[in-house]
């Protein structure tokens, strides 16, 4: 074949009853750009009658176009495509089916594409930099499920082979037995559907290393493009994780485990990939604390979850335990391997168990979680981890350290059964096995977070307090507030905006012409929301760091988003500011990267800053922050606070340090650095008694003294901003402080010269042509939206009069004003929804007439409808409007609590009937 490689897989019939089938998967396209995946199936023995087929993933990752069936002799065979909804954690879900009706020729000739990586999210709301598979002249990664269709019952087929004919150069990896050119899923002559479909595959040029774990053979293939260098660092975390895990539960998984490593996709996309009890494979590097938990937990599902290893958990009450166990040591795992502290593991889970308690609908019982409808992510990622953290602390204490949960997990991961739980957790005194189960698994009661999790509060004076007061100085603070520009209207109450922010710092300088204003890191935009840096997110930075200026901050602290996209971007987006970025502790190649301190007057007294960093780890880091910070070198904040705060004290009467500090390195700081007089930090998450009642606990830190230090936390985000009145004593030591919390809500107006800013930059911006391609249409997966031609509501109301009044009262009707109230109606990303067929050859365009396409008209629900308009009939429009349809606009983000079966009867057309 040329430029084309072949996927092979046969599967013969299983006790004479179930079909042989042999799949040829080419990759396909221009020979220097692959692109799809065409496939061909032969089926040797189906059914004469009728013949099944399904997918093993939903519609949105498994996009199959060109599905036909034919005879030997190319004589077509009917064929009938389904669409199988199910609910899952309360989603539906769509699953491809296709039905070959009878009489069914030997063989049937199936063929198809696909067409690897999908991304995750929406072109509206933003893509959340993950993608399932990729296909291009590099290399190419698919999930079996990504890939296969079976026919049903897929169980009931045995024997599958598989080979592979790929492009000069190119290897295949699987995690299956190779004989020869073929590979064989399936273990020990069982499993070989879900070995088929559960598959990590790597097709392209690839170098391997191994180590082995017992009598386990672990092989890691390399993508070829990756450095030496870098593959040497991923090799030696990885082992570190796999060893860690291997000592764990204390045996074996099988004869080989194969990671496929490849990089990210030359899109920018993490690559999703596939866990199973043989091996797994996705994006692995460069090597990160978030990539590594990835590994680590799919490896640990290999133990707990996934056949043909697993070990079974047989009581249903216990089921909890798989969920509590795989998050809690893959973390655990990846502090094994040095990328995080050991003591952030117990502390993120205890914050999350803490922010979960006032969670409305959920199952505090855990073992009634599987039990009972719903997703149970609070359940199972946070508080079963956490009980089992907690149960882990208690047979420590009891044991003095030796007898911990490792141990019981090796005897309840022992054997194919898993014995209960109960059986196997010594009873440490009378009664303690029932009481914490029925006081914790069951929740009868909360945690006692006391002591054991929390952190000693901060106090209201200082300790030793100082002389009287003899003046006062205001500090306002920000801190991280991520890019946050302003609201857009969508939700009603909505709390923020440089605008408004502007008024409310603008009345306090007016009472006090001398406040510091401050901001304590990450004001760029956060990944969560916009992966990727697409032209107008580039701008609307740009602007938003303009306003630093225009509100006259004074200086700034480099915080994680500032270093999230890479040094290149923050310094690109800084270079004309005034407001000075702070730095201490980082450096590149031994050179600091930013000022690392400066002095401020105020009332005749004068401040020393020093901006400060501590990189957040866990859950708190996003794998773009790792692979982006990888070349800067992170000074121990303590020891860099400890040699600098002396220094500036001969040049400051007051030293603070400004920027992210975690409440657990407040307290380490406050006690180590004596000259350090205030820490102002982005950073407020933590376990506290807030007045020292261990009954008493506040997922926040507050805000107070630590002895003579001064601690300030900027908890308001990007909803409004904290105010600190700090009174001082002959000394100029700071004796008191008062604190203010200033939310942003509707009633603080807009300050008039931000808000022309902003109108104005959304006059001139929107209209350019680099920022309405930012936001791609809406429905990218429907081409008769994308291609077809929009007639508007009033031509629809010619013969539908009466839907076209009702439509009239609905705030669809209205839904382009509120981007008018609002100047909103040259934002891109706003006009999308509020108009029809946005960004289509034939929808709106920005700063067309409003009357014709304007608001959320008929055809955003039904369709395009020039043809029907033209010759009415019931194939050329929809008269149905799925769920999908809606949740492409009404996102949690643009509307509150949108349950579409609640609101949907309220736009039909029968709505204001009487």
Not at 623 to 637: H, M, W
Not at 656 to 664: N, Q, S, W
Not at 863 to 886: F, L, M, T, Y
């Amino acid at each position: 074949m040329s430029g084309a490689g072949a996927l092979a897989i046969s599967l013969s019939p299983g006790c004479g009853r179930s079909p042989g089938i042999t799949f040829t998967i080419a990759p396909a396209g221009a020979a220097d750009r692959l692109d799809h995946l065409a496939v061909t199936m032969e089926i040797r023995g189906a059914p004469s009658k009728r013949l099944e087929m399904r997918g093993f993933a939903t519609t949105d990752a498994l996009k199959i176009a060109d599905f036909t069936a034919a005879g030997p002799d190319g004589s077509p065979v009917p064929v009938e495509t389904k669409i199988e909804t199910t609910q899952f954690n309360s989603r539906a879900l769509d699953i491809p089916r296709f039905v070959l009706r009878g009489p069914l020729p030997s063989p049937v000739i199936v063929r198809y594409a696909i067409t690897p990586g999908t991304r995750e999210g929406d072109a509206h709301m933003g893509f959340t930099g993950r993608c399932h598979g990729y296909l291009g002249k590099e290399f190419g990664f698919v999930a079996g499920r990504d890939v296969f269709l079976l026919p049903e019952p897929a169980e009931a087929i045995k024997d599958i082979s598989v080979r592979f004919d790929l492009p000069a150069g190119w290897t295949a990896v699987a995690p299956w037995t190779r004989d020869g050119e073929v590979f064989r899923p399936g273990v020990d002559g069982d499993l070989a559907a879900e070995h088929l479909v559960s598959a990590a595959i790597g097709l392209g040029r690839f170098r391997e290393r191994s180590f082995d774990l017992g009598n386990t053979r672990v092989r890691l293939a390399f993508q070829a493009d990756i450095p030496g260098d870098q593959e040497t660092r991923d090799e030696a975390g990885i082992e570190a994780v796999a060893r860690y895990v291997h000592d764990l539960f204390g045996r074996d998984l099988g004869a080989e485990y194969r990671v496929v490593v490849v990089p990210k996709s030359p899109t920018g996309d993490e690559i999703a990939g596939e866990g199973w009890g043989t091996g797994q494979g996705e994006t692995l590097s460069p090597l990160t604390a978030d990539r590594l938990h990835t590994f680590a937990l799919s490896l640990i599902e290999a133990y707990v979850r996934h056949a043909p290893y697993r070990t079974e958990i047989v009581r249903p009450e216990e089921y909890w335990l798989v969920d509590g166990v795989k998050h809690l040591y893959s973390w655990r795992a990846v502090a094994a391997a040095g990328l995080m502290p050991e003591d952030e593991v117990s502390r993120s889970f205890a914050v999350g168990y803490l922010i979960s308690l006032p969670v409305q609908g959920v199952e505090p019982d855990l073992e009634k979680i599987y039990a009972t409808s719903g997703s149970h992510r609070v359940e199972t990622e946070s508080r079963a981890p956490f009980v089992l953290a907690h149960l882990d602390h208690e047979l420590l204490a009891a044991s003095q350290g030796k007898d911990g949960l490792d141990r019981i997990l090796g005897r309840l991961f022992h054997e194919r059964r898993a014995p209960s739980l109960w059986s196997v957790v010594p009873e440490v005194r009378p009664g303690f096995r029932e009481e914490f189960r029925a006081r914790y698994v069951r929740g009868k009661e909360i945690i006692p977070l006391g002591q054991t999790y929390t952190l000693t509060p901060t106090r209201s004076k200082p300790d030793p307090p100082g002389g009287p007061v003899v003046r006062r100085v205001n500090l306002l603070v920000t801190g991280d507030t991520q890019g946050y520009l302003e609201n857009c209207g969508c939700k009603a109450n909505q709390s923020g905006g440089v605008a408004r922010r502007a008024t409310a710092l603008g009345r306090l300088r007016r009472q006090d012409p001398e406040s510091l204003v401050l901001d304590a890191g990450s004001a760029f935009v956060r990944p969560e929301k916009q992966h990727e840096l697409d032209f107008l997110t580039r701008q609307e930075q740009a602007l938003y760091l303009a306003t630093l200026d225009m509100m006259r901050y004074q200086a700034a602290a480099i915080g994680t988003t500032e270093l999230t996209f890479g040094l290149d971007y923050f310094k690109d987006q800084t270079r004309a500011l005034k407001v000075p970025f702070l730095a201490s502790n980082l450096s590149l190649a031994g050179r600091s990267i930013a000022p690392a301190s400066m002095v401020l007057r105020s009332h005749g007294v004068r401040f020393g800053l020093i901006g400060i960093f501590e990189p957040p780890y866990g859950k708190s880091a996003t794998a773009l922050f790792e692979e982006n910070t990888r070349s800067l070198t992170f000074a121990d904040p303590i020891e860099t606070l400890r040699r600098a705060a002396p220094e500036l004290r001969k040049k400051a009467d007051l030293v603070l340090a400004l920027g992210r500090l975690t409440p657990y390195t407040v307290r380490k700081v406050a006690a180590a650095v004596p000259d350090l007089d205030a820490i102002l930090s982005s950073d407020y998450r933590a376990p506290a008694m807030v007045d020292g009642n261990p009954e008493h606990v506040h997922p926040e830190d507050q805000s107070g003294f630590l002895g003579r230090t001064l601690v300030a936390y900027t908890s308001l985000t990007n909803y409004g901003f904290s105010s600190v009145r700090i009174g001082l004593d002959a000394r100029r030591r700071i004796v008191e402080a008062e604190f203010g919390d200033h939310w942003l809500y509707e009633d603080t107006p807009d300050e008039p010269h931000v808000r022309d800013a902003l109108n104005r930059f959304y006059d001139r911006v929107g209209r350019q042509v680099a920022a309405q391609e930012t936001v791609p249409q809406l429905f990218a997966d429907d081409p008769v939206r994308l291609t077809g031609r929009y007639v508007g509501a009033s031509k629809c109301g010619e013969c539908h009069a009466p839907e076209l009044a009702q439509w009239r009262r609905t705030k669809h009707a209205t839904a382009y004003k509120t981007l008018l109230d609002r100047h909103r109606h040259f934002q891109p990303k706003c006009v999308a929804c509020h108009v029809v067929g946005y960004g289509t050859p034939n929808g709106y365009r920005l700063g067309a007439p409003e009357a014709t396409l304007a608001n959320v008209q008929c055809e955003v629900c039904h369709g395009p409808g020039a043809e029907h308009a033209s010759s009415p009939a019931r194939e050329n429009i929809r008269r149905e409007v799925p769920a999908k349809v809606c949740l492409e606009c009404h996102t949690p983000d643009h509307s509150d609590h949108f349950v579409y079966d609640e609101r949907l009867p309220k736009v039909k057309h029968d709505y204001f009937d009487p």
